[in-house]
């Protein structure tokens, strides 16, 4: 070992199976040791920014625990003093940072006394930080008194955690705006009263929407019932005036349904029909307006009401005088 690094000779424990301060635990049966061997450094209480302070070496899994050596980087600031107390007995814990969750599980069965969060089943962390207090009380190197009895440190630090909450009673009851201080008690009613007003807005959305289901199938239906009302006034009108026969009345009434504005334009512009025979009868019976000419139409009628009667009514006849009057024949 050359002077930049110092191994502290005792293992330390990194993490076991057992429940920590926060609620949810690490199965060390899930501990993908060869992710973290691939780069096993530390930290010195987390503090990424004041550098690599230690690697870790010897790691390896017996029974329920994760151990490791640590080797003080002496080239960091705060190295020199982070091996002194880890010699002299004042730094004795190890705490697993930025732990990386592959699988979890919230299996009752998996569960132990205490456990309120999830069990971990696979798991790494990218670094491992030397600490006063851990996150998991059995995460520590073994401390003797002076009559040799093991000695445990019981205070807790939180460890950089990436993926879990860290206390999910405190945030729900923040979430829930419940008092400072609530317990599991406080929590459990909180989230029944939650439920049930959940439940009932369910029960209020879905009445909502049945009833604007209700109210558009009624509006639907009296749109419905005014198209028909128009269409069939419309048509009935049109058959008045001749405009239209019995069987093109029930095909329009058929293909307009939906449409009464554009049945209205269609029928605006048909022509009235004209029976030829009774043009003859008119003719026979010496009705003079039958035989105007242009000239005829603009002296007896200078209003033009008979002229636009003609285009309506005779648009063959209209046009025949229209261009008997503005096109002659060329000579």
């Given amino acids: 070992m050359t002077d930049k690094f ?3 000779e005792r293992q330390y424990v990194l ?5 920590n301060e926060y609620g949810f635990r690490l199965l060390t049966s899930g501990y993908q040791l060869e992710a973290f061997k691939k780069n096993p450094i530390g930290y010195y209480m987390h503090r990424r920014e004041d550098g ?3 690697k870790w070496e010897d ?6 625990r994760v151990l490791g050596t ?5 080239s960091n600031g705060r190295g020199e003093q982070t091996f002194d107390e880890a010699e002299n007995g004042f730094l004795n814990a190890a705490s697993v940072g930025h732990i990386m969750v592959v699988e979890y599980s919230t299996n009752p069965s998996l569960m132990l006394p205490g456990q309120t969060g999830p069990t971990i089943t696979k798991w790494y962390n990218k670094e491992c930080s030397l600490v006063d207090i851990p ?5 520590l ?4 008194d002076a009559q040799e009895n093991e000695i445990n440190l019981v205070d807790i630090i939180p460890p950089v955690i990436k993926v ?4 999910p009673v405190k945030e729900l009851s923040e979430s829930l705006q419940l008092a400072t201080g609530a317990d599991e008690k406080m929590l459990i009613s909180a989230v029944k009263d939650l439920v049930a007003k959940t439940d009932n807005l369910d029960l209020e959305n879905k009445t909502l929407r049945n009833d604007k289901h209700s109210l558009q199938q009624q509006l639907d239906e009296l749109v419905s019932a005014r198209n028909k009302f128009e269409i069939t006034a419309l048509l009935d009108r049109a058959l008045e005036d001749k405009k239209v026969t019995v069987e093109l009345r029930d095909k329009l009434a058929i293909d307009y349904a939906a449409n009464p504005e554009g049945l209205k334009s269609l029928i605006a512009a048909m022509p009235a029909y004209r029976a030829i025979a009774a043009m003859l009868k008119s003719k026979q019976e010496g009705n003079t307006e039958a035989q105007w000419q242009w000239d005829d139409y603009e002296n007896n009628d200078p209003s033009g009401n008979k002229l636009k009667e003609l285009r309506a009514n005779d648009p063959v006849r209209y046009k025949e005088l229209f261009e008997g009057k503005f096109q002659p024949l060329n000579p």
């Avoid at 993490?15 to 429940?19: F, I, K, M, P, Q």
């Avoid at 190197?141 to 003797?144: A, E, Q, V």
Wanted: one cysteine or more; proline letters at 3%; aromatic letters at 2%.
């Fill in 6 to 8: 110092k191994k502290i």
């Fill in 164 to 167: 879990l909450t860290l206390d």
């Fill in 15 to 19: 993490s076991d199976s057992t429940v």
């Fill in 70 to 74: 640590p080797v003080i980087n002496l």
């Fill in 135 to 139: 996150g998991n009380c059995n995460a």
């Fill in 141 to 144: 190197t073994k401390l003797y």
């Fill in 59 to 64: 790691l390896c899994v017996e029974e329920d």
């Fill in 52 to 54: 690599i302070v230690l």
